[in-house]
């Protein structure tokens, strides 16, 4: 049975950090390229960031870029995301998500499984 588990959302004020975890169970973890997203109230789910199976590339929307780090540790099964500098536009459910072959990362109909998301509030 396949599992993504994300964790380490919460409440932090502007300006402030949080690290994301997700921890994969169920498929071939180091084979796959796996992906944040995000979706605030009353919006579409959004692209946040991806990372190549090796970790060897990596990609970003550009309203995160050098403020977030997706990162992956293939022998703990995890996928992190760690942010930095964050803002009120960040506050959205985040969601972690996994994809087996090629075509663009940012395409959300490429990823075949998804975690249910944790919630990120910025606020002071």
């Known amino acids: 049975q396949v599992q993504l588990v994300e964790s380490g959302g919460g409440l932090v004020q502007p300006g402030g950090s949080l690290r994301l975890s997700c921890a994969a169970s169920?498929?071939?973890?180091?084979?796959?390229?796996l992906g944040w997203f995000r979706q605030a109230a009353g919006k579409e789910r959004e692209f946040v960031a991806a990372?190549?199976?090796?970790?060897?590339?990596?990609y970003y929307a550009d309203s995160v870029k050098g403020r977030f780090t997706i990162s992956r540790d293939n022998a703990k099964n995890t996928l992190y995301l760690q942010m930095n500098s964050l803002n009120a536009e960040d506050t959205a459910t985040y969601f972690c998500?996994?994809?087996?072959?090629?075509?663009?990362?940012?395409?959300?109909?490429?990823?075949?499984?998804w975690g249910q998301g944790t919630q990120v509030t910025v606020s002071s």
């Open positions: 169920g498929f071939t973890f180091d084979t796959h390229g």
């Open positions: 990372i190549t199976w090796s970790g060897g590339n990596t």
């Open positions: 998500a996994a994809r087996l072959g090629s075509g663009s990362y940012y395409y959300q109909p490429l990823y075949d499984y």
